[in-house]
């Protein structure tokens, strides 16, 4: 009896210390998180479902659409002199920065031009009332321009000034607002213009400006009740995943009505989301992947025009810090918060690091003042040194850095064989991963990562090899890793389209 107490005894003691040191900080990582993102659900992505903008009236001219005029009768492109701040001219033969307008969309077929510095396309703001310019950086009325496409060949365009007359090329030193509506659409008319559109954006901001408000809701709210189902999570659950990290925008902390363009509904999806991951015994991840003003410029970060703004004044930071608070007192008490995330993907040197840091301290107790269990993630910023966060990282308990590990985006993997590219994840990515995982330092999650390369016409079995390789050592992370994404139209961007398929076996 006695011989048998002083174990039984250490056990309970060693299982009171543990339960202490469990008490006094979060709990560490019990085993690799298998997770999958629920992109293009709450944050739209035209790219995981271009359908969603179908029904929108001229869907190739959205907000921040990039766009550029050839004069047909000058044979030159419109060009914001010195990039800005002052007059528009049409002496360019070829055209790049300068030549280049940003689209804000104010209807259907009324635009507001940005120009390289910023500033915006009007006309009677300089000298002569009739005079092109780009120097307004607050665009009213005078700044409002309305493109008339010609019906049989949408890239011929005449453009309509405030003052109802059209722009026109009268030689190549000005652009003027001073051609009557009369037109034959000839190459001898200054008043026409080649229109090529550069690139485009699909995000949060386009779906919703592109419709309107009143339009968008219905389509949006559609959208966030039948693209991620119960079912999925059910799914997610049986194929071996752990977990779910779910993109939010900051107007979800304004729903029911957040500001214009963006759209109600989605705090209803989140709620569900926490339904079904607890009936399947999910973990959730709260990934703020939108924040106020853009921190990236991509269309996932709803930025209007490739803009960033994010992290530029403390009005900024302090409205996403109110957000992180608004996400952790909602879901602080629910059994499926694993973690928040508290900004997808920044991206310096527009965001500093130093205002990084500041909003991470902030987010940090935001989230605190709620949980003392739910991991706080910080994300490295992209184009920058992984390390950087390492140290900083390090002083909160319970914090998780963020990498993304894509074999895209980077000439790096130009032309590289299926082997390549898996040697690359063994060798590389590994040993990144390595460089990571410090003592006493915070937990790391791959948040991102896919089976897809630029490799061209691979066979399912290297795809398959890309994946396992990539699964192997991403298994290493400290806190685990999350697919991007579950559903895309493009397939091996769709988890479930490669589980279902028999490219990837998480059991
Ligand atoms: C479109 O432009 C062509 C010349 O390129 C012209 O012949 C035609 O009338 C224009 N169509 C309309 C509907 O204005
Ligand atoms: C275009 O016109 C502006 C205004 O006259 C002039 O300052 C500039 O040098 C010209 N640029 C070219 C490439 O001709
Ligand atoms: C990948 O690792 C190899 C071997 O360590 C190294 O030679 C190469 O420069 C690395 N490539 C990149 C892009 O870091």
Redesign the pocket.
Known sequence: MAETLAPINALIFSIFLISISHAARPTPSPSTLKAVNLGGWLVTEGWIKPSLFDAIPNNDLLDGTQVQFRSVAQGMYLCA?SGGGTII?A??TSASGWETFKLWRITETKFQFRVFNGEFIGVGSEGSDLAVAAVSNTPGVSETFEIVRNSSDSGRVRIRAPNGLFLQAKT??SVTADYSENTNWGDDDPSVFSMSIVTAMRGEFQITNGYGTEKATPVLQEHWRSFIVEDDFEFVAQSGLGGVRIPVGWWIASDPTPPRPFVGGSLQALDNAFDWAEKYNLKVIIDLHAAPGSQNGYEHSASRDGSIEWGSTQENIDQTVSVIDFLASRYAQREGLYAIELINEPRGPDVTLESLEKYYTAGYNAVRRYTTEAYVIMSTRLSADEKELLQFASRFQGSVLDIHYYNLFSDVFDNLSPQQNIDFVNNNRSTQLNSLTISNGPLVLIGEWVAEWQVNGATKEEYQRFANAQLEVYNRASFGWAYWTLKNVQQHWSLEWMIKNGYISLM
Do not use: G, H, L
């Open positions: 002199e001219v002496n360019r190549e030193a």
